[in-house]
């Protein structure tokens, strides 16, 4: 017998969230892969918008950012509509790391997958249940903003 709905839901996120954090401790991401991720999403966006995005406050995205400028994974350049402001982009390295971290998650995913029962199928519709609920959220981020 199926669980009720709203229960299904509820293990959902409470199972997808503890998805994620079992393969951030394992691989040890470097800090800063959420505004890269961000950045993949988004694309080109003020620390506002990236700190609005990620739930985190303006100056903790600020540091985060500047971390990652100088390791050369993003670049900052002109606003394309506010000559004031600037937005941050990543950069083929930025970009390099993040599939190299994506491929990481995938490799330890298909790992744990391999031990279990499940179909590529069962995979596939998991997957397209997640994109479908993400998707309903999807256009209340912000992208860009003019901040300086």
Request: charged letters at 25%; hydrophobic letters at 45%; proline letters at 7%.
């Amino acid at each position: 017998m199926t669980a009720p709905l709203p229960d299904l839901a509820s293990d959902l996120v409470v199972l997808a969230a503890r998805l994620t954090r079992s393969v951030r401790r394992e691989l040890e991401h470097p800090a800063g892969v959420r505004a890269l991720s961000l950045l993949d999403e988004l694309g080109p966006s003020g620390v506002t918008a990236l700190a609005a995005a990620d739930r985190c406050s303006q100056p903790t995205m600020t540091a985060t950012v500047k971390a990652l400028l100088e390791q050369g994974l993003v670049a900052s350049e002109p606003h394309p509509t506010d000559g004031r402001a600037r937005v941050v982009v990543l950069t083929d390295p930025g970009r390099a790391e993040l599939a190299r971290i994506r491929r990481a998650n995938a490799e330890l995913v298909m790992a744990r997958l391999s031990e279990t029962h499940h179909t590529a199928e069962e995979v596939a519709t998991a997957v397209a249940v997640l994109r479908d609920v993400l998707d309903l959220t999807s256009g209340s981020t912000p992208q860009e903003d003019t901040t300086p």
